[in-house]
């Protein structure tokens, strides 16, 4: 319908929805998470989670909408069978676009537990969104270097002792943890400071991943691999919004919790090494899939 319109206005148009729709929605998440810290009663405390995350899952239908009205993206979602709202996931995806984030909520969303992620400390400042993912419960990370653990020592093993806290929350109710494995967004400037082994793919980061497993192993029902592809090149934000994106092709494929997931990634050197290389199919695997659906599109 107004996907005809030229595409700056379609890209303006959109935009002030997307606006609207998170300084509308992310401020009532932000007032229902006030009332829910005030009145300290578990059941209230319960009925404002629900509707929390039923907030959060408007705020994204909103998003498909806006996204199907200016757009006329060519959707190709497979193996979205079996999925359950009742259980609990970790979504392993690669990553080249913040786009990457709009796709995974369109496709997922009221399909499986809200997606929680793992979020830089410094995103909290971002107008709206930062304290509705505050109020969400999603965990705010603080990434240590080598060096600035060695000048500040005492600070050694703080990420992971808070990514372990928001593991304990994240059994208290069916949630999807989400983990881009290679820590930052695929480009090809980035791929040639990287060694050759994977074409499409930057190479995993497997400490992530294995302390998820091993901190919530008992209740995750299985692995959602999830790998995004986009035939017409990686969109931005604004060219996705304004209807520059014509493809879109997303592959989604449940994994089994096997035992040789879970152990102590940290102290074990023997089962550290048979992870990454378990992960290490795992992308190998995934690369090959890029390029056959690569070929497919062609």
């Not at 909103?62 to 996204?67: D, H, L, R």
């Amino acid at each position: 319908m107004l996907s005809i319109l030229p595409y700056p206005v379609k890209g303006i148009l959109a935009l002030t929805v997307y606006v609207l729709n998170t300084v509308i929605l992310c401020s009532l998440v932000c007032l229902v998470a006030a009332v829910k810290f005030m009145i300290p009663v578990s059941a209230f405390r319960g009925v404002c989670t629900g509707l929390l995350t039923q907030t959060a899952a408007l705020w994204m239908s909103i998003n498909a909408v806006t996204t199907k009205l200016f757009t006329r993206i060519e959707w190709d979602v497979r193996g979205l069978e079996n999925l359950e709202r009742q259980q609990w996931y970790l979504v392993l995806s690669n990553h080249q676009s913040w786009v990457d984030i709009l796709v995974l909520q369109q496709v997922f969303n009221r399909k499986i537990p809200m997606l929680k992620f793992f979020l830089k400390k410094s995103l909290i400042r971002v107008p709206f969104l930062g304290l509705a993912w505050w109020a969400l419960e999603f965990p705010f990370m603080e990434r240590y270097s080598r060096q600035f653990i060695e000048k500040n020592p005492h600070l050694k093993g703080k990420d992971l002792e808070k990514t372990r806290r928001a593991c304990e929350k994240f059994k208290q109710m069916p949630v999807s943890v989400m983990n881009f494995v290679e820590g930052t967004r695929f480009t090809r400037k980035k791929k040639e400071n990287h060694d050759g082994e994977f074409r499409n793919l930057l190479k995993p980061k497997a400490g992530g991943t294995a302390f998820v497993l091993g901190a919530m192993g008992e209740v995750l029902h299985k692995i959602i691999d999830v790998t995004i592809v986009y035939p017409d090149g990686t969109p931005s934000f604004w060219e996705y919004i304004s209807g520059r994106c014509k493809r879109v092709i997303v592959d989604i494929e449940l994994l089994p919790i096997t035992d040789e997931l879970l152990g102590d990634y940290f102290t074990d050197p023997v089962f550290k090494k048979k992870f990454c290389d378990r992960l290490n199919r795992l992308w190998t695997e995934k690369d090959a899939k890029i390029e056959k659906l690569m070929q497919q599109a062609r």
